[in-house]
């Protein structure tokens, strides 16, 4: 986050933090923004929507997702306290066929230092058949509220009382395709306005995600699932991209590696009981934060409640039995 620099007063102790959040910023590609911190999810492949709008209603159900991320695990300020970033989401959608597609809904809880986010967003997506799978497209009104703890960074900065919190109104557009137990691709635009925070003096870049996902059944061996995804996001100036692969078994147990550029090598690993999902996975640093922090750590649930609609019969009246 950027702010006037004259309106700071910083003692050495705290340049020496700031040097190390800097290397983590620039290496991480992290900023103190809701919005951007999507794409440090090791689960994005489970989180779609999180970063699409479009996805909302396409699992055919109530489907509810809950992620929590521990990142840099030990990464500390200079006076011992706690300053990794820490994210919770809480995602909802569901079909709603009288609309013609469905509705969703995130909320994110982010934490980073002495920097507090929460951002919540509800939209809608319009779905249709095309071909063998169903297009969608989607838009959703991001509220964000942003608040900076002074507490803890006084006596070492002086910061106005101005500077303290925000709140800022945006939108995101998706686009989404999906052929059932093959493949998916998805577009979005997070932050399309990049509304400017007023007091905070910064603003969220506008972002395009391409994510994209595909299911191959080992011939000869239907029991076992091979499904490598991608996640690309860029704000036209720079880009990050992650890669993963994961073994399903029997579509209950699975596990795999994923990439992410220049930052973490991951292990993924889960079960699926019934109509819930659970994952784990564990990052092992490949920046120049391993100096600095013990990975990174996040837990994913999900519940699919899947929605049976009675499939009334259509009866015909006969003048002759009237």
């Given at each position: 986050m950027i702010l006037p620099?004259?309106?700071?007063?910083f003692s050495s102790s705290y340049q020496r933090f700031r040097r190390i959040l800097a290397v983590a910023i620039l290496t991480a590609g992290f900023t103190p923004a809701v919005a951007q911190q999507t794409s440090n999810i090791t689960h994005?492949?489970?989180?779609?929507?999180?970063?699409?709008?479009a996805?909302?209603?396409s699992s055919d159900g109530?489907?509810?997702t809950g992620l929590v991320r521990q990142q840099w695990i030990g990464f500390k300020d200079d006076r011992g306290g706690n300053t990794a970033p820490q994210t919770l989401f809480l995602t909802i959608d569901s079909p709603i066929r009288f609309l013609h597609g469905g509705i969703g809904a995130t909320v994110v809880s982010d934490k980073f230092g002495p920097y507090n986010n929460t951002a919540v967003t509800l939209g809608y997506a319009y779905?249709?058949?095309?071909?063998?799978?169903?297009?969608?497209?989607g838009l959703q009104v991001n509220f964000q509220n942003s608040k900076l703890n002074v507490d803890q960074l006084e006596p070492l900065v002086t910061i106005p009382d101005a500077g303290k919190s925000d709140f800022i109104l945006d939108g995101s557009l998706g686009l989404f395709y999906k052929v059932p137990d093959k493949y998916y691709v998805g577009l979005s635009c997070i932050n399309?306005?990049?509304?400017?925070?007023?007091?905070?003096?910064?603003?969220?870049?506008?972002?395009?995600?391409?994510?994209?996902?595909?299911n191959w059944v080992v011939p000869g061996h239907p029991a076992f699932e091979l499904q490598p995804s991608a996640f690309i996001t860029t704000d036209l100036a720079t880009y990050s991209f992650s890669i993963?692969?994961?073994?399903?078994?029997?579509?209950?147990?699975?596990?795999?590696?994923?990439?992410?550029?220049?930052?973490?090598?991951?292990?993924?690993?889960?079960?699926?009981?019934?109509?819930?999902?659970?994952?784990i996975s564990y990052d092992i640093s490949v920046s120049k934060m391993s100096r600095y922090e013990n990975g990174s750590i996040e837990v994913l649930l999900n519940y699919c409640f899947k929605i049976e609609t009675e499939k009334f019969r259509k009866s015909y009246k006969n003048t002759r039995f009237l």
């Amino acid at each position: 986050m950027i702010l006037p620099s004259e309106k700071y007063r910083f003692s050495s102790s705290y340049q020496r933090f700031r040097r190390i959040l800097a290397v983590a910023i620039l290496t991480a590609g992290f900023t103190p923004a809701v919005a951007q911190q999507t794409s440090n999810i090791t689960h994005y492949m489970f989180m779609n929507m999180a970063v699409n709008p479009a996805f909302a209603g396409s699992s055919d159900g109530i489907n509810v997702t809950g992620l929590v991320r521990q990142q840099w695990i030990g990464f500390k300020d200079d006076r011992g306290g706690n300053t990794a970033p820490q994210t919770l989401f809480l995602t909802i959608d569901s079909p709603i066929r009288f609309l013609h597609g469905g509705i969703g809904a995130t909320v994110v809880s982010d934490k980073f230092g002495p920097y507090n986010n929460t951002a919540v967003t509800l939209g809608y997506a319009y779905r249709t058949d095309l071909g063998p799978g169903e297009i969608s497209a989607g838009l959703q009104v991001n509220f964000q509220n942003s608040k900076l703890n002074v507490d803890q960074l006084e006596p070492l900065v002086t910061i106005p009382d101005a500077g303290k919190s925000d709140f800022i109104l945006d939108g995101s557009l998706g686009l989404f395709y999906k052929v059932p137990d093959k493949y998916y691709v998805g577009l979005s635009c997070i932050n399309v306005l990049q509304t400017k925070y007023k007091k905070l003096l910064t603003r969220d870049k506008g972002t395009f995600d391409l994510t994209g996902g595909y299911n191959w059944v080992v011939p000869g061996h239907p029991a076992f699932e091979l499904q490598p995804s991608a996640f690309i996001t860029t704000d036209l100036a720079t880009y990050s991209f992650s890669i993963s692969t994961l073994l399903q078994y029997n579509k209950k147990v699975w596990g795999g590696l994923a990439y992410r550029q220049q930052d973490a090598i991951s292990v993924l690993a889960g079960f699926n009981i019934k109509a819930f999902k659970v994952g784990i996975s564990y990052d092992i640093s490949v920046s120049k934060m391993s100096r600095y922090e013990n990975g990174s750590i996040e837990v994913l649930l999900n519940y699919c409640f899947k929605i049976e609609t009675e499939k009334f019969r259509k009866s015909y009246k006969n003048t002759r039995f009237l």
